[in-house]
């Protein structure tokens, strides 16, 4: 079946711009989580749903990153005003939302540069 | 709070050789361990992960991983690596009421060479 898809998969802004990256998790996933790897580090944690309900967004690095999951199902993460340090690959991952320790399905990221 | 390091941040190996990455995590309650592997421009793919019972966990393209609860580790291992295997290799956790997010190590690059 389809895996965890993202769009765009290269994205190039000017700073100041906004950008919005899609997220088309697994079907019938429950759970929805948004990464940042910054170059050479591991992911860290952004944002989780469950359904559309965001739990957490303590991850999220200011104010002017934004997720929204309306019908629980695909997500964006919407960033305003891009700066240079927010140049990093996005990743989303979906789940069946049953259990700690369940795995994550993540898509092939969505590489953010921010000039 | 709870926190991963992997030791190493390149490991060259040739091809056909064992190798180990290693793993140490910080919690100060139980946890779920996991490694990941990336391959260029492609997203994270579960290896395999440790939730409880059998300390010796094994999981896809022939790796295995042993949890040690008195040195909080979980290294990673393969006996004999081939080509394929050039990727680079995550090691993560959650744990009971964290709703789920991994806490990640730095990762580290497998570089197989012939």
């Known amino acids: 079946g389809a895996g965890v898809s993202q769009s765009p998969r290269y994205k190039v802004a000017k700073r100041g711009q906004d950008v919005a990256l899609r997220c088309d998790p697994i079907?019938?996933?429950?759970?929805l989580f948004w990464y940042q790897q910054a170059l050479g580090q591991g992911p860290e944690f952004l944002t989780y749903f469950q359904n559309e309900a965001q739990l957490d967004k303590s991850g999220l690095p200011s104010d002017r990153f934004f997720a929204e999951r309306p019908e629980g199902s695909v997500s964006t993460l919407k960033i305003q005003r891009t700066q240079q340090e927010d140049s990093a690959v996005y990743l989303c991952?979906?789940?069946?939302?049953?259990?700690?320790?369940?795995?994550?399905?993540f898509g092939p990221g969505t590489r953010l540069l921010v000039l | 709070a709870q926190s991963v390091t992997q030791l190493d941040s390149q490991v060259p190996v040739f091809e056909e050789a064992p190798v180990e990455l290693r793993c140490n995590y910080s919690s100060s309650v139980s946890v779920y361990l996991f490694w990941y592997v990336q391959y260029p421009n492609q997203g994270l793919q579960l290896l395999l992960k440790y939730l409880s019972g059998s300390t010796l966990v094994k999981g896809i393209n022939g790796f295995e991983a042993e949890f040690n609860k008195s040195q909080t580790s979980f290294h990673l291992r393969k006996p004999s690596v081939h080509i394929s295997d050039t990727a680079e290799y995550f090691c993560?956790?959650?744990?009971?009421?964290?709703?789920?997010?991994?806490?990640f190590g730095k990762g580290t690059k497998l570089s197989v060479k012939p």
């Open positions: 993560a956790l959650n744990y009971g009421g964290s709703q789920g997010n991994l806490i």
């Open positions: 079907s019938g996933h429950v759970s």
């Open positions: 991952a979906s789940g069946l939302g049953l259990a700690d320790g369940e795995t994550q399905y």
